[in-house]
């Protein structure tokens, strides 16, 4: 399962989750070995995925948007790991 991959992994892995406590997407420095771990719109990732991850990542939003559909946090996410 995944919570296991990531627990053997060497990889820097980064939990996307919905939370204000979380790192702010735009400050992480992702090294060239880097994973990062997404949910569903309806359930985001389980507890154990996201214990096992390296860090916890938001996509900050403003207004009174809730959460971002998965593929476009995903593309946003990816975006910032390459830039």
């Known amino acids: 399962d995944m ?3 990531l627990k053997k992994t060497t990889a820097s ?3 996307c989750v919905v939370d204000n406590d979380a790192e702010k997407i735009g400050s992480i420095s992702f090294n060239n070995f880097s994973i990062a771990v997404i949910g569903n719109e309806a359930n985001g990732l ?3 995925t996201v214990d ?3 860090m916890r ?3 900050p939003m403003k ?3 809730e959460s971002l559909n998965a593929a476009a946090a995903a593309s946003i996410v990816m975006w ?3 830039k």
């Open 63 to 65: 207004g009174r948007a």
């Open 13 to 15: 892995s980064y939990a």
């Open 80 to 82: 910032e790991m390459v």
């Open 57 to 59: 990542v938001t996509v």
């Open 46 to 48: 389980t507890k154990k």
């Open 3 to 5: 919570a296991q991959f």
């Open 52 to 54: 096992a991850c390296s």
